[in-house]
């Protein structure tokens, strides 16, 4: 009956635990939400429980590190990858951390469960102004590990050659080219992008490339873009 009771109390602090972390993600419109945060944290909770019944702690920590990679399928299901961006990774950790709340909890150590969710909450609350502000910063090209995309608009019958002369003028400048592909096409117009391997840049030498290409008859118009690595 005390096994019992032990059980009980720590699936108790499980679902209380995973409704606080759920109900935050819920109010979020998260695709893992409340019942699902609810479900990982009592089933880690349990399974917990039952290697601590059957075999002690040895049986519980095995049962625990078949946990911990379960919950990795479950969190890849709701990872979703949409063009340049990836869409739920913030969630598939939240449900990783409330497994481990739920392991914790069924291993008997509920004030250690309840601390964790403290931070599991702080991280998916506080720090949103952070991440915020960071977000909203513009994007130093200098100090950031970007793609850079080096653009030349040219007339369709020049496109083989202002390929070559987008090559040939990033390479004379040190920055290899992954590779030139046509952003938009019209009539008479071609835009090619030069991409380049990810790395720093400086904005000047950027410009000088500009420079160089504005200079020939081949080139239209030209200018330089740079956006975060995935």
């Known amino acids: 009956m005390t096994a019992y009771l032990g ?5 108790a602090v499980a679902f209380a635990l995973g409704t606080a972390i759920g109900f935050e993600r819920q109010w979020r419109q998260r695709n893992a939400g409340l019942r699902t945060n609810v479900l990982v944290a009592v089933g880690a909770a349990a399974f917990a429980d039952l290697g601590l019944r059957v075999n002690g702690a040895e049986g519980a920590t095995r ?3 078949y946990v911990v990679s379960g919950i990795g399928f479950l969190g890849a299901g709701v990872i979703l990858k949409d063009g340049a961006s990836i ?3 913030n969630t598939a950790a939240t449900l990783w951390c409330s497994a481990a709340v739920g392991a914790f909890a069924g291993a008997g150590l509920e004030a250690e469960a309840v601390t964790v969710t403290g931070f599991i909450l702080a991280g998916n609350t506080l720090l949103r102004p952070l991440v915020n502000w960071l977000n909203r910063r513009p994007l130093a090209g200098g100090a950031t590990e970007a793609q850079y995309q080096v653009h030349a608009v040219c007339d369709r019958d020049d496109v ?3 390929r070559d002369l987008l090559d040939e003028v990033l390479t004379q400048a040190s920055y ?3 590779e030139v592909e046509a952003l938009s096409e019209s009539e008479d117009q071609v835009e090619l992008a030069a ?3 990810p790395t720093t840049a400086e904005p000047a030498e950027l410009d000088h490339v500009v420079r160089i ?3 020939s008859t081949l080139v239209r118009s030209a200018t330089w873009t740079v956006s975060t690595t995935v």
Request: proline share 4%; glycine share 14%.
């Open 63 to 65: 049962i625990i590190a």
């Open 7 to 11: 059980t009980l109390i720590g699936l």
């Open 213 to 215: 290409l504005l200079g």
């Open 195 to 197: 991409i380049l391997v």
């Open 176 to 178: 290899p080219v992954r």
């Open 160 to 162: 083989s050659a202002v």
């Open 87 to 89: 869409r739920g990774l």
